[in-house]
């Protein structure tokens, strides 16, 4: 009988026995007599028994409603699978073995089909728990397969993690929405309900980047606001719940659902249900003991993978035992001799296979927890992939198509092995999450440089991968990101290193030790660009400052050298004298006078070296024993503090001056003094014996030099109306007198004829117009240096020519010169010594000429350099002495240069002729007469035979070298030759034009073998390549070029400099070129790759010429700065950098730092 009729007689049934009833009722209550027992109890029960009667008629209804609906299809499952999975989770297939989570299956399910509005707005749901608790197998193998069975209809998106491309795998699964839900009818025409599940939320905090994790939260929450319908279910780790609620999207794990351990009950179900749908019995002791073991959530990936294990073991018996147990090792040693097995199979077969290293591949560390990473089959190399296909067959790893990953986290901190290489890798295993993290924040942003690394942070992650090579082997998004991250942080490095680097080269001239620091960071701190490389050289040049000590605890008044050089003593407003080493080896010794005393202003030595008197402002001037620092005596006398005060030269006498213009003679043997006798009110504080200690000369506050003769009581004055005069000193012959005034004028007298020789200005200032302060004279009596502020300036005073010294940070106050060294003290608290030539980056720099030097060639002994000037000098210098050996005098020199032997020295000038010259005879031995027009240029042949002339005049001559015969003339036109090269055979020439080519000719032949065109301006200078293929010529356009002499072709072109390239040469093997420029720099270059090497010089002005030493171990140049300088011709920048910082005293402050741009100094 089918449904409908069984309801049909259902409902008639009822309805008869109702009538039957009540009809029954009726009659009974009618009768007065005699009623049957049955109608007396329907008559006295028929209420209730009606009531019954309604009951029964709406259970039968309910019955049959029942009836009419299908009964759940019970949970399909494969019997061919284990009905355990083992570490890996359950899924929708696993359905129907899936037991334990009955309690939460309904929350979850109740959570989705609320009854409230409220409920229903929050339509994502958070399933949380610890790793292992089970929340991806809740949701794939209970939650879906109930919602399956429902009446109501769900389209359920397939399930997916994040992973490393979350918005893909999210725009994925809502595309999918519309044809699911289009394929689900629901009942009513009403709209089906679809779920979006998304497993494992914790790799978007692990995986994803920044940039993709907040677009995938962003979009979800716009999905859910948009499709009321829509349903999203998330399983997250509980150990990454603080950090998703940072994440700004914490409404989405509002309320969850909390999967915690399961109970004794329920590990009961799991134990024991799949293996009965399975036909596996277990000893209930058994299963008693294994729930035991178990315990805590935690172990419950271990039970999963344990249960799995005795399956396999135990199905074809249909039954477990305690030895299949106790064999595997429990639940505890199931996972770890697994693992054990795998790893002693591997290393039975490969002693050295990569276990460990192999499996350290798949783990991440968050938060100091390791946690799963998915690797590319292609990422490993073949040992490794080796190892993860055994611990994959071990059913410890899972392949899905080309990815790999661990089974459960459970490996990592259950098996000791790989626990313990976790625990020792930690820092790499974090720097690894930490660089992959940041690779993808960067790929998934579109690959924009935005998200790059740089500067310590990118070298930081170098130093990272440099550490631990294998762990970033395969890595391969880390290594593009680091390779990228240089090659932009070099771009923008060399562009900030070459703008600091233009800044140290603007202030130089004015503060040589800031260009010094920023020259520093620039080449340290950015990139040692040419621009950088040029400024540490132009920096070098002028920091002429070597040492600076600190230990005055106030103002330093006065400096003096002691005779033989060796110490130095300062007097101080703190009360003390104190020695000094000049070379810094030794702390300095401290002069106090006992019981203390005041400032001390002046201090002066004793021509034995051994005693130093000290004038202070207590009115007093205290003698010492310096070697003993005992208190000699004391000279009392004085009635306002003592200024200055100077020893005789017999080491007796001193002489004093004090701030009231008086000036007093003291004899050291009794300490008593008597007052000069010169006008009262008259001197200034300045007073100094002559040299010969016949005279005293004192200032005056009356414009002019007051000189006092003790023998004869004579005095005269030098005056010139400058106003008072500041300082003055002796020139060490004692013939001469510098004097400072107030009108910031530097005079020289002569004392032999009483009369001013010479006034010296100040050509810059860089701070203030006061008085000039000091003066001293240079050993040698040539130069004057005074302290102007807080710069020195230092005359020549033969050619006027100034040099500033700057570099204190206050006014100078005294200043002292011994042999190449001047010291000065200043109210900053220091003293400093100063070389007259600034290091810069030269081996050596020779001075000899009186105006610009415009050639130069080295000896073919390397012993001698040869230069000439545009003062008409030719000068052969000893290198090794640094001294010119010989001398020739002409016209305007056009170039000198030794002939191969070495024996001549063939010199051409401006005036049209040339000559050969035999050192160190002054005369000719040979004129080349034939040039109309200047000379500009000259070359030996390599072989000897002849010589090579270029003018003005258009041609280029051809000379027998023995006799000065002129061989051939070579006309190229109207257009001026600037220079001529000969090839290594001696056979061709190449020539130079104004007109912006150059020419090869057969010297044989006396015809032009090739025209060679370019250049976009004058060609200067050419040079053969040792080897005779190759031309290299500088131009006017400022640029190198390589040319095939033959044919023609340009090979390269070569650019860095920035004005005309004066000097070129080929280093003797080759592999070189060095060039010199008007831009003042030397570089050097890479011929064969086109590519500049390093500047290797700066001079103070043009560079007008260069050569290579014989053995291509040293560059000489001359300059239009009237310096001939020889250099190491290398691209090590250590020793400048390290000439660099002997040159700095402090570092670059946060104002300077931020003034260059750079970034603030990281404070430790």
């Not at 130093?463 to 923008?492: C, K, M, N, T, Y």
């Amino acid at each position: 009988m089918d449904r409908r009729r069984l309801k049909l007689c259902v409902d008639v049934l009822l309805v008869l026995v109702a009538a039957l009833m009540g009809l029954a009722a009726n009659y009974a209550t009618s009768r007065t007599d005699h009623v049957p027992w049955v109608l007396r109890v329907l008559r006295d029960w028929s209420l209730p028994l009606l009531g019954l009667a309604v009951l029964l008629l709406v259970a039968g209804q309910v019955w049959l409603h029942l009836l009419d609906r299908p009964a759940p299809a019970r949970p399909a499952w494969d019997s061919s699978q284990p009905p355990y999975p083992g570490l890996e989770a359950f899924t929708e297939d696993d359905a129907g073995v899936f037991f334990g989570r009955d309690r939460e299956i309904a929350e979850l399910v109740a959570r989705l089909h609320p009854v409230s509005a409220v409920a229903a707005a929050r339509r994502c749901v958070a399933v949380i728990g610890p790793s292992g608790s089970g929340k991806s197998s809740l949701v794939r193998a209970g939650l879906l397969p109930a919602l399956a069975a429902r009446r109501e209809r769900w389209a359920v998106v397939p399930p997916f993690a994040p992973g490393t491309d979350p918005v893909a795998g999210l725009a994925s699964g809502l595309a999918a929405v519309r044809p699911l839900r289009e394929s689900h009818t629901v009942r009513g025409g009403r709209t089906a309900p679809v779920l979006l599940v998304v497993d494992q939320l914790e790799e978007l905090l692990t995986l994803a980047g920044e940039h993709e994790r907040e677009a995938f939260l962003e979009r979800v929450a716009e999905a859910l606001e948009a499709d009321p319908h829509l349903w999203v279910v998330v399983t997250l780790r509980s150990d990454f719940l603080t950090e998703f609620l940072e994440t700004g999207h914490a409404a989405l794990a509002q309320q969850p659902v909390l999967i915690g351990a399961l109970g004794r009950t329920e590990l009961f179900e799991v134990i024991e249900k799949p293996g009965e749908r399975a036909g596996l019995a277990f000893p209930p002791a058994l299963v008693a003991r294994m729930v035991d073991d178990t315990g805590g959530g935690d172990a419950l990936p271990l039970l999963a993978y344990t249960l799995q294990a005795l399956f396999l073991r135990a199905r074809d018996r249909g039954a477990v035992t305690e030895d299949d147990y106790g064999q595997l090792g429990g639940v505890a040693g199931a996972l770890s001799d697994q693992a054990d097995r795998i790893h002693a199979e591997l290393r039975a077969a490969d002693a050295g296979a990569p276990v460990l290293p192999t499996l350290l591949k798949f783990v991440s560390l968050e938060h100091g927890e390791p946690t799963r990473r998915r690797v590319a089959r292609a990422d490993l190399a073949p040992g490794e992939r080796a190892v993860a296909e055994a611990f994959v067959a071990g059913r410890l790893l899972t392949g899905d198509g080309d990815v790999l990953d661990v089974a459960h986290e459970a490996l990592f901190r259950r098996w000791a092995p790989l626990r313990e290489a976790v625990a020792a890798g930690e820092e790499t295993l974090r720097r690894r999450t930490e660089l992959e993290r940041a690779a993808r924040d960067w790929a998934n942003a579109g690959w924009r440089d935005a998200y790059l690394f740089s500067g310590e942070r990118l070298a930081v992650a170098r130093r990272w991968v440099d550490e631990a090579p294998d762990a970033f082997a395969g890595v391969q998004l880390v290594v593009d990101f680091l390779d990228i991250s240089v090659q932009h942080d070099s771009a923008a490095l060399e562009r900030m290193a070459d703008a600091v680097a233009r800044r140290a080269i603007e202030v130089a001239p004015r503060d040589p030790e800031l260009a010094v620091l920023a020259a520093l960071a620039a080449v340290e701190e950015c990139a040692p660009t040419s621009v950088a490389q040029q400024a540490l050289h132009a920096a070098l040049n002028v920091a002429h400052r070597r040492a600076v000590f600190r230990g005055h605890e106030q103002d330093v008044n006065c400096v003096a050298w002691s005779p033989d050089g060796t110490r130095l003593a300062t007097a101080s407003d703190d009360g003390t004298v104190r020695v000094w080493d000049p070379e810094g080896r030794a702390e300095p010794v401290v002069l106090t006078r006992a019981g203390g005393g005041e400032r001390v202003q002046a201090v002066a030595w004793a021509p034995d070296g051994e005693r130093i008197a000290a004038g202070s402002r207590d009115r007093t001037i205290t003698v010492w024993d310096v070697g003993t620092r005992a208190e000699l005596g004391v000279c009392v006398g004085h009635d306002a503090p003592v200024a200055s005060v100077s020893w005789a030269r017999d080491g007796v006498r001193l002489v004093s001056a004090a701030t009231d213009h008086v000036a007093r003679l003291w004899d050291t043997g009794t300490y008593a003094g008597t007052a000069v006798p010169v006008e009262r009110g008259r001197l200034g504080w300045n007073v100094a014996w002559s040299p010969d200690g016949r005279q005293i000369a004192a200032s005056s506050a009356e414009g002019a030099v007051v000189l006092w003769r003790p023998r004869d009581q004579a005095v005269r004055h030098l005056a010139d109306g400058g106003g008072a005069v500041m300082a003055l000193a002796w020139s060490p012959g004692g013939d001469r007198l510098a004097s400072v005034s107030e009108d910031r004028k530097t005079r020289v007298w002569d004392v032999r004829r009483w009369s001013r020789v010479g006034i010296l200005e100040p050509a810059h200032c860089f701070t203030t117009l006061e008085p000039l302060s000091c003066v001293t004279w240079s050993t040698d009596g040539d130069r004057i240096a005074v302290g102007d502020d807080r710069t020195l300036r230092v005359w020549t005073l033969e050619t006027r020519e100034e040099l500033a010294l700057v570099g204190h940070a206050d006014s100078v106050n005294s200043v002292s010169w011994q042999g190449d060294r001047i010291a000065s003290v200043s109210r900053d608290r220091t003293l400093a010594l100063w070389d007259l030539h600034a290091p810069g980056g030269q081996l050596q720099t020779l001075r000899g000429h009186e105006g610009s030097v415009v050639s130069v060639d080295w000896s073919p002994s390397g012993t001698h350099l040869v230069t000439g000037g545009v003062d008409g000098t030719v000068n052969v210098w000893d290198v090794a002495e640094g001294r010119v050996s010989a001398t020739t005098h002409t016209g305007q020199v056009g170039g000198a240069v030794f002939s191969p032997d070495g024996t001549r020295i063939a010199v051409a000038d401006h005036s049209g002729h040339a000559f050969l010259w035999h050192p160190p005879a002054v005369t000719a031995l040979a004129f080349l007469d034939g040039h109309r027009e200047a000379v500009t240029s000259l070359a030996w042949s390599p072989d000897g035979t002849r010589l090579a002339t270029t003018s003005r005049d258009g041609t280029s001559r051809v000379w027998d070298a023995s006799d000065g015969r002129e061989l051939m003339t070579l006309i190229t036109g109207r257009y001026w030759l600037g220079g001529a090269a000969w090839s290594p055979d001696s056979r061709y020439l190449a020539t130079s034009l104004t007109d912006k080519a150059f020419r090869v000719w057969d010297v044989e032949q006396g015809t032009a073998v090739a025209t060679l065109e370019g250049h976009t301006d004058y060609v200067w200078r050419m040079a053969w390549s040792p080897d005779g293929r190759r031309v290299a010529t500088g131009s006017r356009d400022r640029t190198v070029r390589l040319w095939d002499p033959f044919d023609g072709t340009e090979l390269r072109t070569m650019t860095g400099h920035t004005d005309r390239v004066q000097g070129i040469g080929w280093s003797p093997d080759g592999t070189r070129l060095a060039t010199a420029s008007w831009d003042r720099t030397v570089r050097l270059w890479d011929p064969a790759e086109g590519r500049e090497l390093a500047v290797v010089g700066v001079h103070d002005d043009q560079v007008n010429d260069l050569v290579w030493s014989p053995d291509g171990s040293r560059l000489a140049t001359v300059s239009r700065d009237r310096t001939l300088r020889i250099w190491n011709p290398t691209t090590d920048l250590n020793p400048l950098l390290e000439r660099a910082r002997s040159r700095v005293f402090r570092d670059l402050t946060d104002e300077e730092r931020r003034s260059l741009l750079l970034p603030a100094r990281r404070r430790t």
